[in-house]
């Protein structure tokens, strides 16, 4: 081995160094404590969690970072989708948290099988996807500016980061597509399935609600105080913490100096910073008509169209008028209307045959004959634009007012910070004087109170509930402005005297003693129903109201029910004449009795055939992908791949354990 290494030999010394530079690297890594321990490194302040690639290589890479900003937002949207109250925020955040970084993990995966998303692949969803009616409504470009500021309202993001956002879902929706692909469902499931589907059953029921049981509990004002006693602990602090809160607002119509002047240096600065948003790339305004050939039609079909689009443009190169044309003949309806107008398209949006025959046209030429996916095609370029950026003049107008919000926020914040330190110093008092501000004092607040006079006062009452009276003013934002605050008193949450809380705790009481006597009386009605056979009697006896439904299928509502996918689907299952069990959603009892049944004949069960597969199948692929999912992610953790903050951890559910 000692001679080899002595004769000249360039090649082997290359592998000698290799080699003994893998074992460098190795030694490094197994032996100086913690340099890829996944527990010794933090993450930064800003972020929630960050992922990287399981396995030894993966230790090389830059993590991708799930920042705190999105998991809140994220934490925000789904409380208010599901009607949430506000002390559920932290339970959802830990859940939002989960849902991005399973979305970063899905996103790896799916780079690592080659299913990136092309600029192309963004541009035909933006087109033909669920935006295109915004975007490109009736087949033309609403233009950068409105593209932008339609960007800017709906989703409050810059375009670069709603692009991203867009390609993401299409990438993790190809994952989805590539795991999914050969799931199958025999026909006899399908049929099965529609036949449990398209069921429809026609019932007596009587129901019994919650409400008028509560309302029939009348306890005495000595059971009511016996209760109360009882429950001492729960009642200990049912009249919460509240605060006294003095501030000062201000918008900034009250900042020193009035609001701030945009400069045109400042002007040329954001311009300068931001030509990505105002740049415009090489685009074509395109005529077309349009002669559609149908997927899968015989050669006679598709020569009838060949041949009329070929005489149309015959007729055009005769000096027909090729807006006429295609108002007469064209087959796209987004653009028939308009003479054929498509507007101005850039590099991708179409098909390749349509892109390339587009953009190698001359302004005022017309293209011959070419045939796409969607049929024969005849091309009129009205006005070509090469890629460029807007002149500064061109977009002052709309750069005027940003630079101004952005100046005025932080003039606003300035202040603030100036104020809140005055105050510190000579009292809240005399700071607010000093500027012509006025302190306002609230009464005592609770936590999810509203503070009279701010348009926003979330953030201040949340601080405030973390301050103690005596501590030094503090600025918080408004939402059209800013406060500088401080507590001045605090009463601490404590028990209500009975007389003053009677009605709650009444409330209390017939919300305790509620389930039980719904339940007695809810098992004695189905009970006699069954030992006379006969619903409708039984109901009588017991003074309970009975109604008829309509003939309805699982997807139906039925009066005092709702929706028939809940407890009250067993009536699917039963038959003709039957009596169910009773029924207890909490909120209701039901007794029901099934009057008629017509279940789907062969020929509408061959009729949804491809219908219901579509929808097993979704519903097979969603139960795989989630499978898929899970399995990652549980690979990632296992791996420690994922790396979450200090302040990420889970919290304690508020339901217990």
């Known amino acids: 081995m000692i001679r080899i290494l002595q004769q000249d030999n360039r090649l082997t010394k290359i592998i000698f160094a290799v080699v003994i530079g893998a074992a460098v690297v190795t030694m490094v890594i197994t032996l100086v404590p913690g340099i890829f321990d996944n527990s010794a490194t933090t993450t930064a302040a800003d972020t929630y969690a960050t992922v990287r690639t399981p396995g030894f290589w993966g230790r090389f890479e830059t993590p991708s970072p799930v920042k705190n900003a999105e998991v809140d937002q994220v934490a925000h949207r789904l409380l208010q989708q599901q009607k949430l109250p506000d002390f559920l925020l932290s339970y959802m955040t830990q859940r939002a948290g989960t849902i991005l970084v399973q979305q970063q993990i899905l996103l790896r995966e799916a780079d690592r099988l080659g299913l990136q998303v092309s600029d192309g692949d963004l541009r035909h969803e933006l087109q033909f996807g669920p935006f295109a009616q915004v975007l490109f409504p009736d087949g033309k470009f609403i233009g950068n500016d409105a593209y932008m500021n339609f960007v800017q309202n709906q989703f409050g993001m810059s375009l670069a980061d709603f ?58 004002d000595a059971e009511l105080q016996t209760f109360f006693t009882q429950n001492k602990t729960k009642y200990a602090t049912a009249v919460g913490e ?3 809160i003095a501030y000062v607002a201000f918008d900034a119509s009250s900042i020193p100096g009035g609001k701030p002047a945009v400069s045109d240096d400042e002007i040329q600065q954001y311009y300068n910073a931001h030509q990505d948003q105002y740049t415009v790339k090489d685009q074509v305004r395109v005529r077309h008509i349009l002669i559609a050939v149908p997927q899968g039609a015989d050669a006679a079909t598709d020569a009838a169209a060949k041949a009329k689009a070929e005489n149309l443009l015959k007729q055009i190169k005769g000096g027909a008028d090729f807006a006429a044309l295609a108002k ?37 030429q017309t293209s011959d004959v070419i045939k796409t996916q969607f049929g024969y ?78 348009s926003d006062s979330s953030a201040m009452l949340t601080q405030a509930f973390t301050a103690k009276p005596g501590d030094a003013p503090a600025s918080v934002s408004t939402g059209d402005g800013f406060a500088v605050f401080q507590v001045t008193d605090v009463k ?6 009975f007389a003053d809380y009677k009605s709650h705790v009444l409330d209390d009481y017939r919300q305790e003693k509620t389930p039980q006597l719904l339940a007695t009386k809810l ?36 009066p005092g029910i709702g929706a028939m996918t809940g407890q009250a689907s067993v009536a699917f299952t039963m038959a003709k004449g039957e009596i169910s069990k009773p029924i207890n959603t909490g909120s209701t009892g039901i007794v029901l009795s099934v009057v008629d049944k017509q279940e789907p004949t062969p020929d509408d069960i061959a009729t949804h055939f491809d219908k219901t597969r579509e929808q097993l199948l979704e519903t097979k692929r969603e139960e795989i992908f989630g499978v898929f999912a899970g399995s990652l992610m549980q690979k990632y ?12 951890k889970a919290p304690a559910s508020p339901f217990g354990s």
């Open 163 to 220: 692009e991203s956002r867009v390609k993401e879902e299409l990438e993790i929706n190809r994952l989805q597509d590539y795991v999914t692909g050969g799931v199958n469902v025999s026909d006899n499931e399908v049929r099965d399935s529609y036949r449990t589907q398209g069921t429809k059953v026609k019932f007596v029921y009587a129901t019994i609600a919650s409400d008028d049981i509560s309302k029939t509990i009348n306890p005495s």
């Open 242 to 244: 509240t605060r006294k």
């Open 328 to 364: 007469a003949n064209s087959d796209d309806p987004g653009s028939k209307g308009q003479g054929g107008e498509l507007g101005f398209l850039q590099h991708g949006v179409t098909v390749p045959e349509f892109d390339k025959t587009a953009f190698s046209l001359g302004v005022g």
């Open 377 to 454: 095609h005849i091309l009129q370029v009205e006005e070509k634009q090469s890629a460029h950026v807007k002149p500064i003049v061109e977009v002052k107008d709309q750069i005027v007012p940003i630079v101004q919000q952005q100046k005025a926020g932080a003039a606003e914040q300035n202040f603030a910070t100036q104020l809140a330190a005055e105050a510190k110093k000579n009292g809240l008092d005399k700071a607010a004087a000093a500027h012509g501000l006025h302190v306002v004092t609230t009464d005592y607040i609770a936590q999810g109170g509203l503070v009279p006079g701010l």
């Open 492 to 497: 601490a949450a404590h028990a209500p005297d």
């Open 523 to 558: 098992n004695a009605l189905a009970d006699r129903a069954k030992a006379l056979g006969d619903l409708t009697k039984a109901a009588k006896e017991l003074n309970v109201d009975v109604k008829t439904s309509d003939l309805v299928g699982k997807d139906g509502q039925v």
């Open 637 to 648: 953790e296992d791996a420690g791949a994922i790396k979450y903050s200090k302040q990420s």
